[in-house]
């Protein structure tokens, strides 16, 4: 059985090491200061590349995905290419066996197999987007 890995992105650690990149970046390509090795500012920008590297290795390194804040979500599982879907425009979820189907308000379903996914797993995904969807009144 394959596990899923949660990510959300509400995680300290890895908006740390996202802002350390950029102002590693800034700071060696602009040369904000003079040192008396030039190499320095090279060695600085390459390290906050570096870090970039590590903070977007994430999504390639794990091919079950489920990564999510307030406001979506962002989900892979069993492909090579995930999908990002709002929370306010989810409408319901089924579960099947075998499929999770999204369907969201314009009508649209996504449908996402769970083929070999620890149960565990699944339930916990069903959970967070369960929680975070925004029920609207409906209007007759």
Not at 66 to 76: A, D, E, L, S, V
Request: proline share 1%; charged share 25%.
């Amino acid at each position: 059985m394959k596990r899923i890995h949660f990510d959300n992105m509400k995680n300290w650690r890895w908006i740390t090491v996202l802002i350390l990149s950029l102002v590693l970046i800034l700071v060696g390509s602009f040369e904000l200061f003079e040192f008396e090795n030039t190499i320095i500012n090279k060695c600085l920008t390459v390290s906050g590349f570096f870090f970039q590297v590590l903070f977007y290795s994430r999504f390639i390194l794990h091919k079950n995905y489920f990564q999510w804040n307030k406001k979506g979500t962002y989900i892979r599982i069993n492909s090579w290419v995930g999908k990002s879907i709002k929370f306010d425009q989810i409408k319901s979820t089924e579960m099947n066996e075998k499929d999770l189907i999204i369907t969201k308000k314009n009508g649209n379903k996504f449908t996402i197999h769970l083929n070999d996914i620890l149960k565990s797993d699944i339930q916990k995904m069903n959970e967070i987007i369960g929680k975070n969807t925004i029920k609207a009144p409906e209007y007759y």
